[in-house]
T-cell receptor
Framework: DAGVIQSPRHEVTEMGQEVTLRCKPI?????LFWYRQTMMRGLELLIY????????DSGMPEDRFSAKMPNASFSTLKIQPSEPRDSAVYFC????????????FGSGTRLTVV | RKEVEQDPGPFNVPEGATVAFNCTYS??????FFWYRQDCRKEPKLLMS???SGNEDGRFTAQLNRASQYISLLIRDSKLSDSATYLC??????????FGTGTSLTVIP
């Protein structure tokens, strides 16, 4: 099992540019989560999907953020236009359909917007 | 009020010491609880689940107090390799996790 795979590992971009983060969940996991982590606010849930359907996107900061899950093996988080305050580590996580099993996180994308 | 609150520390303890972390959660309907460990510049990894009856995994013991709405993690005989940030997690319906901001532990030789 390759685990949750995220790309890119690092992204440096200029303010105003579009940024796309990618995630491949563990095969067979029904849930996929996008989190953002900063020193000040810790891990914040942005959005999560169940069977490719967005369930709760109340954590998405604003309209500049969007997420899709076109199939069970791929999800994207897009920021357009990016701003310096979006700089953070973005984690994708997946889990099977049992709360007790916990989440498995990807290694994250460290985003820096200059 | 945050869903989950932790003392950020840092906790600096000598090797071999016993250290305990507490974490409080605000939603009495929370169903499941976990401790995650996060090393510097790495992703969080599941350390252990927390069961109502308490559970132990080697040097690690987790306990849940539903009446007071807190969970705890006890680490005995601390090792240098235990140095990390420990995140507590409470869930609510829909498999949604709330993470605390983490407690930093440094084990000193």
């Amino acid at each position: 099992d390759a685990g949750v795979i995220q790309s890119p590992r690092h992204e440096v971009t200029e303010m105003g540019q579009e940024v796309t983060l990618r995630c491949k969940p563990i095969s067979g996991h029904d849930y996929l989560f996008w989190y953002r982590q900063t020193m000040m606010r810790g891990l914040e849930l942005l959005i999560y999907f169940n069977n490719n359907v967005p369930i709760d996107d109340s954590g998405m900061p604003e309209d500049r953020f969007s997420a899709k899950m076109p199939n069970a093996s791929f999800s994207t988080l897009k920021i357009q236009p990016s701003e310096p305050r979006d700089s953070a580590v973005y984690f994708c996580a997946s889990s099977i359909d049992r709360v007790a099993s916990g989440y498995t996180f990807g290694s994250g994308t460290r985003l820096t917007v200059v | 009020r945050k869903e989950v609150e932790q003392d950020p520390g840092p906790f600096n303890v000598p090797e071999g010491a016993t250290v305990a972390f507490n974490c409080t959660y605000s939603n009495s309907a929370s169903q499941s609880f976990f401790w995650y460990r996060q090393d510097c510049r790495k992703e969080p990894k599941l350390l252990m689940s927390v069961y109502s009856s308490g559970n132990e995994d080697g040097r690690f013991t987790a306990q849940l107090n539903r009446a007071s709405q807190y969970i705890s993690l006890l680490i005995r005989d601390s090792k240098l390799s235990d140095s990390a940030t420990y995140l507590c997690v409470a869930t609510k319906a829909g498999n949604q996790f709330y993470f605390g901001t983490g407690t930093s532990l440094t084990v000193i030789p």
